[in-house]
């Protein structure tokens, strides 16, 4: 008999501790349940990765260069080797999303981070379903791509590719520095509304 961390038992491991955290589970590609397997402690992924997920800009990076194959990964950051915040990465066809949410101190701090967290992954979910009809419709090329960076300790922006293209951030001019104050929810929620125009 196979052991349970090889017929998917990470995956349920990852769904009991987010829970008991008061965290609801993030979209998950379904090559998830079978692939998703603890890298580190409290760090799970669908494949090995190198760099820890605070080094965020080198996971976004790596997928708007076209070096990074499909996958999911959920860092908990509960130890602090991860800047004390939630990862979630997920690069599934033309969607690049990477949200990085601190997960507060203790008491009314840890309930707001946690509520965020929740919604960043509701938003995340939608987000998810949405591009399906982004690609139908030809709003975004199934071989473009619509990265999506959503952090509360750093830059949070959003921007769309189609094929071979420069990106495009539609939520500001082309060119000069993101200045605007949006965190991950909003972000998430641009991107979204932008899919289903």
């Not at 008991?20 to 349940?33: F, I, K, S, T, Y």
């Not at 509960?78 to 203790?106: C, I, K, N, S, T």
């Not at 509701?122 to 999506?148: F, I, K």
């Not at 830059?155 to 990106?167: G, I």
Request: charged residues 25%; hydrophobic residues 40%.
């Amino acid at each position: 008999m196979a052991k349970a961390k090889d017929s998917g038992g990470d995956y349920a491991r990852v769904e009991a501790l987010l829970a008991e955290a008061g965290l609801a589970m993030p979209p998950m590609p379904e090559m998830a349940e079978a692939r998703l397997k603890e890298r580190e402690e409290g760090c799970f992924s669908t494949r090995t990765f190198k760099e820890s997920p605070a080094e965020l800009l080198h996971y976004v990076r790596k997928a708007i260069g076209g070096a990074s194959p499909d996958y999911a990964l959920l860092a908990l950051g509960e130890d602090g080797r991860m800047a004390d915040a939630l990862h979630f990465f997920l690069v599934q066809g033309p969607l690049q999303l990477f949200l990085q949410v601190g997960r507060g101190g203790a008491g009314a701090a840890q309930a707001r981070a946690t509520a965020l967290i929740n919604d960043c992954f509701a938003l995340a979910r939608r987000l998810v379903d949405a591009v399906p009809g982004a690609v139908r419709s030809g709003r975004l090329a199934a071989t473009g791509r619509l990265t999506v960076v959503g952090s509360d300790l750093g830059e949070s922006f959003w921007e769309v590719a189609q094929a071979d293209e420069r990106a495009e951030r539609p939520s500001r001019p082309v060119r000069g520095k993101n200045r605007d104050a949006h965190g991950p929810r909003e972000v998430l929620g641009q991107a979204v509304r932008w899919c289903r125009e």
